[in-house]
C-alpha cells in the first residue's frame, strides 16, 4: 500500500497549489487506462513543441527532464519527434472546456499527476475516456500507411504521442 504523501507546486500558474498522491509513482493505474509511454519518456521523444514543462520542473521527478525536448521560450515544433506541430493552443482547450481547474496546462499535466499517484475518481474518469477516443487516430494510421512508415501521417502521430500512445509502434 502507497504511503499518502502531499506534493506543494509552486509554479505561476499554480503558487500555493497542492494535492495528495495516494498511489505509488507509476502504479495501480484504472484497468482502462494503459498508456504506451510514461512522461518521462515523451518528453524526451518530444511533444508539445518543447513547451509544456518549462515552467513546473521543481514539481517532477528531476530524471524525467535530463533528456526531455524543451524550448524554455516558445513552442518549437522542430523538437516535436515527428518534427510538425501537432498541437492546439491552450485557448482553444479552455473554450472547449476540456480544462479541469486543478490542471491548468491540460491533459499532460493531469497524466504527470496521475502518474506520480494523485487520484481524483470523477476527473480521472474523464480524462481516460479522452484517453481512449483519441485511440481512433490508431485506426487511421493503420487503414491508410503501410506498417513502420513513420513518414505517414505524421500530424495524427505526434498528436497519438502527445496522449501517450506510441505512434512508432504502429
Known amino acids: 500500500m502507497a504511503m499518502e504523501r502531499t506534493v506543494r507546486v509552486s509554479d505561476k500558474m499554480q503558487h500555493g497549489y497542492s494535492y495528495v498522491c495516494t498511489a505509488p509513482i507509476g502504479k495501480q493505474f484504472d484497468p482502462e487506462f494503459k498508456p504506451d509511454l510514461t ?90 475516456k479522452r484517453w481512449k477516443a483519441i485511440r481512433r487516430h490508431v485506426g487511421q494510421i493503420v487503414a491508410h500507411c503501410r506498417p513502420g512508415d513513420e513518414h505517414c501521417r505524421p500530424r495524427q502521430r505526434q498528436a497519438l504521442l502527445h496522449w501517450a500512445y506510441d505512434s512508432r509502434k504502429i
Open 39 to 128: 512522461p518521462k519518456e515523451m518528453l524526451s521523444l518530444g511533444v508539445f513543441g518543447g513547451k509544456y514543462m518549462t515552467d513546473c520542473k521543481k514539481e517532477f521527478p528531476a530524471s524525467w527532464f535530463t533528456r526531455a525536448k524543451l524550448s524554455p521560450k516558445c513552442h518549437d515544433a522542430s523538437l516535436n519527434y515527428f518534427g510538425i506541430n501537432a498541437s492546439q493552443p491552450l485557448s482553444v482547450w479552455k473554450k472547449k472546456g476540456w480544462i479541469y481547474k486543478d490542471d491548468p496546462r491540460g491533459w499532460f499535466q493531469w497524466y504527470c499527476r496521475y502518474y506520480m499517484g494523485r487520484r481524483i475518481p470523477t476527473e480521472d474518469a474523464r480524462q481516460i
